[in-house]
């Protein structure tokens, strides 16, 4: 089966663009999860979508994030305006029930805002 | 969330043994012990997960004590390719999210 697909690999803005993120997550699975390493720290949850719907948005660092997911499909995370506190690597994962070894991971995407 | 202790590096040679120890003296009587890989430019893996005693698949041993204070997970005959990041999670399965909680992990470096 197509893992999880995450697009673009790298992006590079400048400080206060917007850059948005797309996720593709494994056909059928439900739950789709957004995480990310921010430079010299450890991997943290962002937020948890189950089918279209948010199941759990805590981890989000405030309201310039937004993420979407559309018909329970792929999803979108939006960074408006970016900062330069932003960069670093973010990931996707989806699973299809929510449990701890049913996680997939994309490879992420590193975003550098300069 | 029970709080997880691993070393920071490990090195080893091609064809070794590697033992990584988690401490996670705070779990919970219904968390599970949750390990994944991560290689450089890529997301994190699933490799193996276990409650107590001893878990075996292809990739790796998990032995965990009676106490369940602490666990180690055992890569048999290592190879270049094992070297990667390794975390130790620890979690109960019955949370509506089941959001991963990472820490700083365990950088397992083999060298020729």
């Known amino acids: 089966e197509a893992g999880v697909t995450q697009f673009p690999s790298h992006s590079v803005i400048e400080k206060g663009q917007t850059v948005t993120l797309r996720c593709d997550p494994i056909?059928?699975?439900?739950?789709l999860y957004w995480y990310r390493r921010v430079m010299g720290k450890e991997i943290k949850f962002l937020l948890h979508?189950?089918?279209?719907?948010?199941?759990?948005e805590s981890g989000m660092p405030n309201n310039r994030f937004l993420a979407e997911r559309t018909g329970g499909t792929y999803s979108t995370l939006k960074v408006q305006p970016a900062e330069l506190e932003d960069s670093g690597v973010y990931f996707c994962?989806?699973?299809?029930?929510?449990?701890?070894?049913?996680?997939?991971f994309g490879s992420g995407t590193r975003l550098t805002v300069v | 969330l029970a709080k997880t202790t691993q070393p920071i590096s490990m090195d080893s040679y091609e064809g070794q043994e590697v033992n990584i120890t988690c401490s996670h003296n705070n779990i919970a009587t219904n968390d599970y012990i949750t390990w994944y890989q991560q290689f450089p430019s890529q997301g994190p893996r699933f490799i193996i997960q276990?409650?107590?005693t001893k878990v075996t698949n292809e990739v790796a041993s998990l032995f965990i004590p009676a106490d369940r204070k602490s666990s180690t997970l055992s890569l048999p005959r290592v190879s270049l390719s094992d070297t990667a990041v390794y975390y130790c999670?620890?979690?109960?399965?019955?949370?509506?999210?089941?959001?991963?909680?990472f820490g700083t992990g365990t950088l397992l470096a083999v060298q020729p």
């Open positions: 979508f189950v089918k279209e719907s948010k199941q759990d």
């Open positions: 056909s059928g699975h439900d739950n």
């Open positions: 999670l620890v979690g109960d399965e019955s949370g509506a999210t089941n959001k991963l909680i």
């Open positions: 276990g409650y107590k």
């Open positions: 994962a989806s699973s299809q029930e929510r449990i701890r070894r049913g996680y997939t």
